[in-house]
């Protein structure tokens, strides 16, 4: 391998990455590249049981992010620690850890939320993707926070920010997960007390706090026949891929003015380049 990178995902709730990216963020860790994921919110609002607290099901999810990144081969989580649902009204102190973060670690490319997702009603989910870009854009300004430029941490850029699953924009970036879409299934499955809530999706009429095994072995194969539906229709705009997942790579820094060309040539009626296979 050529270069090793150093990644930051940038989730707002702890199980965000998942669905939409794991299969990636298992290929790039395999390579040797280094997978950092930054979790924004305690996730504390995600689930519809009345008998547990904010606290222990932040805790419960923690725990979960930890199992889905070491089975990922990615480093342990950082936990922002911000309140779920309430994102937007921590904005400033969001975008101050990101760009701390991504100083501390050195990050090379950042994989998030789209922000300019149509339809996307969370708005933690917004706000992720919005306020990671703007760190990645401010984190290289050595005189925005200038108390974070000690022990060895200085202002740096990444380079990329990646879009996940993108809709407003043709992907240009499709991912082949084959080798590694069993290891996404695990880090779905790793976030049980999510999994929990979609029980009556796959399992008609299960009670999520009382699966019998059976319904419990539904709810996975049901968990999988979904994510592997998903990502063999994503490989649809790949030949010869059999699995995958898509991105939108925009460029940060003087780098992003090729990307204003390319929406232009695109705006005028110029076909896009295909998508780069990874
Ligand atoms: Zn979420």
Not at 125 to 145: Q, Y
Request: hydrophobic share 45%.
């Amino acid at each position: 391998m050529s270069e090793t990178l150093r990644i930051a995902a940038v989730y707002a709730h702890p199980d965000d990455g998942e669905f939409f990216a794991a299969g990636t963020l298992a290929k790039w860790a395999a390579a040797g590249h280094t997978v950092y994921a930054l979790c924004a919110t305690r996730g504390d609002l995600g689930s519809k049981r009345r008998d547990v607290t904010r606290d222990d099901l932040a805790a419960t999810r923690a725990a979960e992010l930890g199992r889905a990144l070491h089975l990922l081969g990615a480093q342990p989580p950082i936990l922002l620690g911000f309140p779920d649902g309430f994102l937007r009204d921590h904005a400033a102190a969001l975008r101050e850890r990101l760009i701390y973060w991504f100083r501390r670690l050195r990050i090379d490319r950042v994989l998030t939320f789209d922000p300019w997702k149509r339809y996307e009603i969370h708005p933690d989910h917004i706000e992720a993707g919005r306020i990671a870009s703007e760190a990645a854009v401010f984190s290289c300004f050595p005189l925005l926070h200038p108390e974070h430029l000690c022990d060895g941490v200085d202002a740096a850029q990444p380079k990329e920010v990646w879009y996940m699953m993108p809709t407003e924009h043709r992907p240009n970036r499709i991912i082949d997960i084959s080798a590694t879409f069993q290891k996404k299934v695990a880090s779905v499955l790793s976030h049980s007390s999510q999994i929990e809530m979609l029980a009556d999706w796959f399992v008609k009429g299960a009670n999520p706090q009382a699966l019998t095994d059976e319904q419990r072995a539904q709810l996975q194969q049901g968990t999988e026949s979904f994510l592997d539906g998903m990502a063999r229709g994503v490989a649809g705009m790949a030949p010869g891929i059999e699995r995958a997942e898509a991105f939108f790579a925009q460029p940060v820094g003087p780098g992003h003015f090729q990307n204003y060309q390319e929406l232009f040539m695109e705006a005028a009626g110029v076909p896009p380049a295909p998508p780069q296979l990874g």
